[in-house]
């Protein structure tokens, strides 16, 4: 299986990565751990147009929040393995009381976490500032995946998808 990397940069990276993402529900969280090690968690995703920014709602006492504090650097990664599209992303991530954001990304399913509804003194905004990230995508249906796998299998070189890297 051969793939090229394509470099995006830009307004064509935002608008690539946004696309790929758009309707991935969840995504998981990286974070940098005191010890050093990595500590990871499913985020729900924000409906809203990607411009470089990730949102997500979290609590103050929450061990990420704290994390974040310590070392901003993250890793965000979005995974639809259905129609094989998966993004990792990296940036500097912050948590903020902002109150105006929080009314704008609230729904009503955050009340499973947050029961007392967007007033919740414990709610936060969690900002990431996206700087680079990859993305990997196999722009074939599931037939024609399945085909290129055997293929690849039996020692063809074959094209399985698009993989670029992006810069903002």
């Known amino acids: 299986m051969s793939a090229e990397v394509t470099e995006l940069?830009?307004?064509?990276?935002?608008?690539?990565?946004?696309?790929?993402?758009?309707d991935i529900r969840f995504a998981m969280l990286t974070t940098v751990a005191a010890d050093g090690s990595l500590d990871s968690r499913p985020?729900?995703?924000?409906?809203?147009?990607?411009?470089?920014?990730?949102?997500?709602?979290?609590?103050?006492?929450?061990?990420?929040?704290?994390?974040?504090?310590?070392?901003?650097?993250?890793?965000?990664?979005?995974?639809?393995?259905?129609?094989?599209?998966y993004v990792s992303l990296k940036g500097r991530a912050n948590v903020s009381e902002d109150r105006a954001k929080i009314h704008e990304l609230w729904s009503p399913a955050y009340k499973?976490?947050?029961?007392?509804?967007?007033?919740?003194?414990?709610?936060?905004?969690?900002?990431v500032d996206v700087t680079e990230g990859e993305f990997w995508d196999a722009t074939d249906g599931k037939v024609v995946r399945s085909v290129k796998y055997l293929a690849a299998a039996a020692g063809a070189s074959v094209k399985m998808g698009e993989h670029g890297s992006v810069s903002l």
């Open 9 to 22: 940069r830009g307004r064509e990276g935002l608008e690539r990565i946004g696309e790929l993402i758009a």
């Open 43 to 85: 985020m729900a995703t924000q409906k809203a147009q990607f411009d470089g920014t990730l949102w997500f709602l979290t609590s103050s006492d929450s061990r990420k929040a704290s994390e974040i504090a310590e070392n901003a650097q993250v890793c965000v990664a979005y995974a639809d393995p259905d129609d094989a599209k």
């Open 112 to 127: 499973a976490w947050f029961p007392e509804g967007e007033d919740d003194s414990q709610i936060r905004v969690l900002r």
